[in-house]
């Protein structure tokens, strides 16, 4: 049996250990446990040679080492390769024989926490693709979290960026497609389509209404959706600027609906025909955290019309900070103000 540093505890069975040392002194007991203690850790036998024992035990005095040679004595057999120990040995025994499982997780612990170590370092990694740097101490779980939510903003702009394209070369297509196969048949049925006016309906009930026509993709029966109308005059000259500033920063076209198009022309109100244009351009251009967070929609432009109006004759935008210290100037003016006004009255607060 080797000698080893594995075995860091054993079962101390108190019952059996007060009846074994009935009769032993204070010091006698005390020599029994330290040899215990140096056979568990040395998963060995004492050595024979009895001062090493001494030794172990920490027997220092001649009293000590007669406490020493009685326990010596009346527990351990002398065998060649050392002092034994019955109880002794079938608890190293038993040890041993589960060591192989213990060894075997141990190995899976370490493995576990290797792979934990190289998924953190793979998140935080990956995390800095999207610009983003995490705390150091951040959980493996928030960390996932926040690729998860990266990820998923990232695709949803891919899939608004694809869209618009895809949307635009769907419409060339069709056009041209259609413009190709219809050109002949066209005029071939232009007397046709003129002979087939609506009729009356026999009770006198009013005509329906003609649907707008759509354009249908060749081989299917979905109408492919014509373009958004663009702004009208009034507020053509604001769509222009701010689509122009919008495609320049992004690379794909802004949205046109009848919401944007009403926000726009709210805007022109506020700030002037004139001016609108300039301010459009100069919202999409700032790189305002809460901006770039809304993608620069309308939205954002009309919400801080005025601010942003005055931003651009300005030059440039206003920072917190100095919005914090022109609070504080505008403060510290007012009880300035307020001490002159009661110094020329004549009156003290």
């Known amino acids: 049996m080797g000698e080893g540093q594995d075995l860091n505890h054993y079962p101390r069975h108190v019952g059996d250990i007060i009846t074994a040392t009935i009769g032993l002194s204070l010091m006698e007991r005390g020599a029994y446990d330290a040899l215990l203690d140096q ?15 001494y030794r172990l035990a920490a027997a220092n005095g001649a009293a000590e080492r007669k406490a020493v040679d009685y326990v010596i004595a009346r527990f351990f057999k002398e065998e060649p390769d050392g ?7 079938e608890e190293i025994a038993l040890y041993l024989d589960g060591d192989e499982g213990r060894e075997r997780k141990r190995d899976n612990e370490r493995e576990r926490a290797k792979r934990h170590r190289e998924e953190r370092k793979r998140l935080f990694g ?11 101490d951040a959980t493996t779980d928030a960390l996932r979290a926040m690729l998860a939510d990266a990820k998923e903003r990232a695709s949803n702009a891919r899939v608004t960026r694809d869209g618009h394209a895809e949307s635009r070369e769907l419409s060339r297509t069709v056009t041209s497609d259609i413009t190709a196969n219809h050109k002949p048949v066209a005029r071939s049925q232009e007397p046709e389509a003129k002979n087939q006016e609506p009729q009356s309906h026999p009770l006198g009930a ?10 249908l993709a060749r081989g299917s029966d979905d109408p492919v959706a014509p373009k958004a109308a663009k702004p009208d005059s009034a507020t053509g000259e604001t769509w222009n600027a701010y689509a122009e500033a919008f495609r320049q920063r992004y690379g794909v076209e802004a949205t046109c609906n009848a919401r944007v ?5 709210q805007l022109v109100q506020r700030v002037g025909k004139d001016d609108a244009p300039h301010v459009a351009a100069f919202y999409v251009g700032l790189n305002n955290g809460y901006y770039v967070g809304k993608g620069h929609g309308v939205g954002p432009l009309l919400a801080d019309a005025e601010k942003l109006h ?40």
């Open 206 to 215: 009013p005509k329906a209404s003609t649907p707008t026509p759509k354009t």
């Open 126 to 136: 990956e995390l800095r693709a999207y610009d983003i740097v995490p705390k150091y």
């Open 310 to 349: 005055a931003e651009w004759k300005r030059g440039r935008a206003v920072t917190q900070a100095e919005a914090r210290m022109a609070d504080e100037t505008q403060a510290r003016g007012n009880v300035w103000g307020g001490l002159i006004e009661e110094a020329r009255n004549g009156t003290t607060r």
């Open 83 to 89: 002092w034994h120990q019955a109880r002794c040995d």
């Open 261 to 265: 198009r009403g926000q726009l022309a």
């Open 39 to 53: 056979y568990y850790a040395r998963e060995a036998p004492l050595p024979l040679d009895r001062k090493e024992v």
